[in-house]
């Protein structure tokens, strides 16, 4: 079987340009691209069905919405009074959330992003008392299910005045332990010890040599504990849940949520949940696809040494 | 020489005459440097991680009991000793939670790995087409947060609204339940596979890419096929990832909370205590009895550390 079949491959090794440098060499016969192609284009359409579906049904009337085929469009199309009835409805309830999101996200994942880096460089850089402290109590904080402390966080904060406030989501929200071990490991590669001695020599104080060397060669893992510190604020709900019970300090995921429960009972909120989702979908995937490529670097840097 | 100390001193960047005193001034920047770095991250872990631990064992010994009806009398509380604790276990109901996410556990976390190994090999096999489109497809709903997929993903389950009941009814004439006592918790797979599917898939993907050629070029010498090379050589050397997004799974597995408690709306057949989360949730804020409800969330921890450690035993046994 595999001296008939796989002919034709071994003579394209013997040519030193062969294009087949890339991936695991795997046969290029048409057949096999086909086959493969096929299962991928199954795959993505699995993936992209609910996309699809809302970007339908936030076209439709709430009478098209149950009275016609869910995966075409309606009899009218009224995707754009569905959406200015999103950001109208409630006063732009619905931009606010929205700019609570970015502002949780943001400031959250800049500040962690800095901090995390701060740390992990000084226990890569630094031999000090207490470092294999420090990084078996954050080893021990990666495993914590983020839901098991957002309880007793709540009474914590509650008791110290600050829950239901900006701070109670923005707080939690600085600290990322997997991005701690990402800068540690990743300054421990790529931050060079005689560098370091080399501005030492040259008279910058430390801080200094962390803020123009050090921040500036991690930066590549910096952009990946920046993403991932984003993506996980952004799709919190179980801490501004618990935290807030004023709508106006709500994230988009809880507004969002809150107008969902209401759909059983007042029909008109489908239209706006769809158009909400719809509006809040876009932007993320654009992110997503556009970044992708950023999600790289760091990740394996974690995953070897796990 | 002595004489100048104090002006060398103050500015501590000009020291680099070798006399002992600043060179001890050096070595204080150097023993105070990493607590500055390391000093706020600790504050925040410590106030946002290790203290709501401290404070949720302390509230899982403690009982409070209140004199009156509505407590108006006064609230004493004393030490429980494991009483909360065997309160939380004694609940059937919480206790069945973690053996349905056991189960839920047991079976999407390696369906999902397989699925998103499999996605992985064949985007790095040089036999796809547009592998940068669909890497970017697959890993899209990652960005959509827990909340919004399963607020899509109910619209397609839901009688009425669904298209795809409507298709497999004109096409089989079947009427598919997803949200039935018996299916719902594997609608909450969907969901949740369709979410970190291409997450994961992309982590491995990474550690793909970091296999050196020359391996590749060996095995092709070797005459080892496309099965082969992906079964002998991609899967071991992958490894670290799969060890990686396994444990991650199960820790998110124990965690499950949105998609249940929004699927709570358009499915009856899940109760407030589907999921050891939920569970707790509804204990402390239906019932307002944080007591119990921070025993719920250390035992879930409990059983989340343990089955990573238990999982990370087992492969690093394999693997010597």
Not at chain 2, 49 to 78: C, D, K, Y
Not at chain 2, 273 to 297: E, G, I, K, R
């Amino acid at each position: 079987m595999t001296a008939a079949t796989v002919s034709s491959a071994p003579q394209r090794t013997d040519v030193p340009d062969a294009p087949a440098t890339r991936g695991s060499g795997a046969g290029r016969r048409p057949g096999t691209t086909i086959l493969v192609t096929g299962i991928l284009v199954v795959v993505a359409i699995y993936f992209l069905v609910p996309v699809y579906w809302v970007v339908v049904a936030a076209s439709k009337t709430t009478d098209d919405l149950f009275g016609t085929n869910g995966f075409w469009f309606g009899n009218t199309f009224a995707l754009f009074d569905n959406l200015a009835a999103v950001l109208t409805y409630g006063g732009g309830v619905f931009i606010r959330w929205f700019a609570n999101s970015v502002l949780y996200a943001g400031v959250g994942g800049l500040l962690a992003t800095y901090l995390a880096a701060a740390g992990g460089y000084a226990l890569a850089k630094y031999q000090f008392r207490g470092r294999n402290l420090v990084f078996g109590l954050v080893l021990g904080g990666v495993l914590v299910p983020g839901t098991a402390t957002a309880l007793p966080l709540f009474l914590l904060f509650s008791q110290l005045g600050l829950a239901n406030t900006y701070w109670s989501v923005l707080i939690p929200s600085l600290v990322s332990p997997f991005g701690f071990f990402l800068c540690r490991i990743y300054a421990d590669a790529t931050v060079d010890s005689s560098i370091v001695e080399a501005a030492r020599i040259d008279g910058a104080g430390e801080l200094r040599i962390f803020h123009t060397l050090g921040l500036r060669i991690m930066t590549p893992a910096l952009v990946t504990v920046f993403l991932f510190q984003i993506v996980g604020i952004w799709n919190n709900y179980f801490l501004p849940l618990v935290m807030l019970s004023d709508q106006e300090l709500y994230p988009i995921t809880l507004g969002l949520n809150n107008w969902n429960s209401q759909t059983d009972r007042l029909p008109e909120f489908y239209e706006l949940t769809t158009g909400g989702v719809l509006l809040s979908v876009i932007p993320l995937a654009v992110a997503m696809i556009v970044l992708q490529r950023f999600w790289r670097g760091g990740l394996t840097e974690g995953a070897v040494k796990a | 020489m002595t004489t100048t100390t104090t002006r060398t001193g103050a500015t501590t960047g000009a020291a680099t005459r070798p006399s002992s005193r600043p060179a001890k001034r050096r070595r204080t920047a150097v023993d105070r440097a990493p607590w500055i770095l390391v000093g706020p991250f600790l504050a925040l872990f410590l106030l946002t991680f290790v203290l709501p631990i401290i404070v949720a064992i302390g509230q899982s010994f403690t009982t409070v009991t209140r004199a009156g009806l509505f407590g108006e009398q006064g609230v004493t509380t004393g030490f429980a000793w494991f009483e909360n604790y065997r309160i939380a276990l004694e609940d059937g109901n919480f206790i069945a939670s973690i053996g349905r996410m056991l189960l839920f556990g047991v079976v999407q976390v390696p369906v999902m790995i397989i699925a998103a190994t499999v996605l992985a090999l064949l985007l790095e096999s040089a036999s796809a087409r547009w592998p940068g489109f669909f890497r970017a497809t697959f890993f899209m709903p990652y960005g959509i947060p827990g909340v919004i997929a399963t607020i899509l993903w109910s619209f397609l389950y839901v009688p009425g609204l669904s298209p795809i009941i409507d298709l497999t009814e004109t096409l089989f004439g079947f009427t598919p339940d997803f949200l039935g006592a018996g299916t719902v918790l594997w609608s909450i797979a969907n969901i949740v596979t369709w979410t970190y599917a291409g997450y994961n898939m992309l982590i491995i993907v990474a550690q793909l890419k970091a296999i050196p050629p020359e391996v590749y070029e060996a095995a092709r010498v070797d005459g080892a096929g496309p099965w082969r090379t992906a079964w002998s050589i991609q899967l071991p050397l992958i490894r670290p990832a799969l060890v990686l997004t396994t444990v991650f799974s199960i820790i998110g597995t124990l965690q499950l909370f949105a998609e249940p408690q929004l699927l709570q709306t358009v499915s009856p057949a899940i109760d407030s205590q589907f999921t050891p989360n939920l569970s707790a949730y509804t204990t402390a804020f239906a019932y307002n009895d944080y007591n119990v409800a921070a025993a719920q969330s250390v035992l879930i921890a409990l059983v989340a550390f343990a089955l990573s450690f238990v999982f990370l035993r087992l492969t690093n046994r394999s693997s010597r």
